[in-house]
């Protein structure tokens, strides 16, 4: 039996060769109730199930991870559910590239955590959870063909999984792979407005960032983003709209920059003002941290925020859209608090584009209140209520924002859903009792 170390430092391709030469299409770890600790499928998997099991930072007795490599294009696709005491697990598809397995499982553990949180911060009756498909290298990932073909397969693994989780739009996915998932399963949100759904979220995710940092301004000086200056990491999906309605706010100036020199031009294009100081970078560039500004806006890659970087910030408020934030959540949360600088976390500001689809099985109305309520200042749950909340909470206690917002996050998260239950979980043990990895 390998150990652990050594398959964790597997590439996904390497796993799942690795995987392929020992007959496995399908594989699971879930956290057994009983014996206090996460099972695998297969007894070859189980040094990565101790690995799960004694990691104190990222796992936090997930319910099930799910696995498979697709029959074409041998793509890795996981769906990761972390706890559904509130409904079914939802959260977006990332389709993106690791270094290795380790940074994979880790990536997919803090972003189902994440949505579990965001979720019952927002007051909505879904539990976390998140997928995450590792790129193969030796496709092109932009193929049409390719894509529709791990995309619908990717919609059979959501079906097998009997709905403990529902997916949607996330990094590197776009509305026209929702389509293709969509072809292949009910259990899906994001999906295109011609088939019925509420397509793209990020307008709506850009306005949430916005609630918040009113919010942190309110709480820091009583003051209003008017005439202030905004520095903006990533001018992607979320970036671009958010530049638009910090310009509506009459901010002085924003300063951003991206590693997509599309991203940069059709910004210019969208935008030509001259308060607008917009580049290119290279990945590792850091830039724009250091940045003479009252907000910095983090709207691209995850774990951006970290010893490397933090010390390089002259802002006094961090609030931005990207997941995951925080490399470490304890500790870089209390470096920042060290440093006075107020950091808003992310799954308070970015809940939006959950909370624009996963209730779309209801219909639509103009201005639906149901969705307005989140960006007022009067609803106990709105954004503005929530991140106030976090911050005079944190000031109390001399505890950064991160420990405050996820205390309060656990205590809303394991509230049972007022009809269903935890019936998620009883999902996932029928899964596990009817062999799923099986039945390919």
């Not at 509130?86 to 994979?104: L, T, V």
């Not at 917009?278 to 774990?303: M, P, Q, R, W, Y």
């Amino acid at each position: 039996m390998k150990r652990a170390e050594n398959l964790l430092q597997y590439s996904t391709q390497e796993f799942v060769e690795y995987l392929k030469s020992n007959q496995i299409r399908r594989f699971y770890f879930v956290f057994d109730r009983k014996k206090k600790k996460v099972i695998s499928s297969h007894r070859i998997l189980k040094p990565i199930a101790e690995f799960i099991n004694s990691d104190k930072r990222d796992f936090n007795f997930h319910e099930g991870l799910f696995f498979q490599i697709t029959k074409e294009y041998d793509t890795l696709q996981g769906a990761f559910v972390h706890r559904t005491n509130r409904g079914q697990a939802a959260g977006g598809i990332r389709y993106w590239s690791y270094n290795n397995m380790e940074d994979y499982i880790r990536d997919g553990l803090r972003l189902a955590k994440g949505m579990t949180h965001k979720n019952a911060l927002a007051g909505i009756w879904w539990g976390g959870g998140k997928a995450v498909m590792a790129h193969n290298p030796a496709f092109d990932k932009y193929d049409p063909v390719i894509r529709e073909s791990i995309y619908k397969e990717f919609g059979e693994l959501m079906t097998s999984l009997r709905g403990c989780y529902v997916t949607a739009e996330d990094a590197g996915t776009n509305v026209t792979d929702m389509a293709n998932v969509y072809s292949k399963t009910r259990f899906t949100t994001c999906i295109p407005f011609e088939l019925g759904g509420s397509g793209n979220p990020s307008i709506p995710t850009a306005r949430g960032v916005v609630a918040g940092m009113k919010a942190a301004l309110k709480f820091l000086s009583g003051d209003t983003l008017k005439d202030k200056t905004i520095a903006i990491q990533g001018t992607g999906n979320v970036g671009t709209p958010l530049i638009k309605y910090l310009f509506e706010e009459k901010v002085k100036k924003i300063i951003a920059v991206d590693i997509s020199i599309e991203n940069v031009e059709r910004a210019k294009d969208e935008f030509p003002v001259t308060n607008l100081d917009i580049h290119v970078v290279d990945k590792n560039n850091l830039s724009i941290f250091g940045t003479e500004c009252d907000i910095l806006s983090t709207c691209a890659t995850g774990a951006i925020l970290n010893p490397a970087t933090i010390p390089l910030i002259k802002a006094k408020i961090v609030c931005g859209a990207a997941n995951n934030q925080l490399e470490d959540p304890d500790k870089d949360g209390k470096y920042l608090f060290k440093r006075g600088i107020i950091y808003i976390p992310d799954f308070l500001t970015n809940r939006m584009g959950i909370v624009n689809c996963a209730n779309e099985q209801y219909g639509y109305v103009n201005s639906d209140p149901f969705i307005e309520r989140h960006f007022s200042t009067e609803w106990e749950r709105s954004i503005y209520k929530m991140v106030l909340m976090v911050l005079i909470k944190s000031q109390k206690k001399d505890q950064h924002t991160g420990k405050v917002a996820v205390k309060l996050a656990d205590k809303l998260s394991k509230e049972n859903h007022p009809i269903f239950g935890h019936r998620g979980q009883q999902i996932i043990d029928s899964l596990v009792e009817d062999k799923w990895n099986e039945k390919n």
